[in-house]
């Protein structure tokens, strides 16, 4: 069964660090671009990073760029997402999915969203 799994997330002050994981099974996901997206109550999904399956290149939004990473452990099949100076804004639920080939043209576009996980939930509060 091709899945996608979250896990990392939980309350942090603001200021703090949490690191995501999005763990795949019934596939590899060496050659796919995995990207992360959140949403927040009352608020549009939002994309904020992805990782390239054919040369490891990234994109990060205007929102997070310089205090989120994104990586992946091939041997893992697990790709990450180191966030720091985490903010109250940056409280949403979290979900990592799989595009369509492995370029990222086609990463955090809905249509061409293949597999998603379920989510993990991030709060960001004192």
């Known amino acids: 069964q091709v899945q996608l799994v979250e896990s990392g997330g939980g309350l942090v002050q603001p200021g703090g660090s949490l690191r995501l994981s999005c763990t795949a099974s019934?596939?590899?996901?060496?050659?796919?671009?995995i990207g992360w997206f959140r949403q927040a109550p009352g608020k549009e999904r939002e994309g904020i990073s992805c990782?390239?399956?054919?040369?490891?290149?990234?994109y990060y939004g205007d929102s997070v760029k310089g205090r989120f990473t994104i990586s992946r452990d091939n041997a893992k099949n697990t790709v990450y997402l180191q966030m720091t100076s985490l903010k109250r804004e940056d409280t949403a639920v979290y979900y990592c999915?799989?595009?369509?080939?492995?370029?990222?043209?086609?990463?955090?576009?809905?249509?061409?969203?293949?597999?998603r996980g379920q989510g993990t939930l991030v709060t960001v509060s004192p």
């Open positions: 999915a799989r595009y369509t080939g492995g370029s990222l043209g086609l990463c955090l576009i809905e249509t061409y969203l293949e597999v």
């Open positions: 019934g596939f590899k996901l060496d050659y796919y671009a």
């Open positions: 990782i390239s399956g054919v040369d490891d290149s990234t």
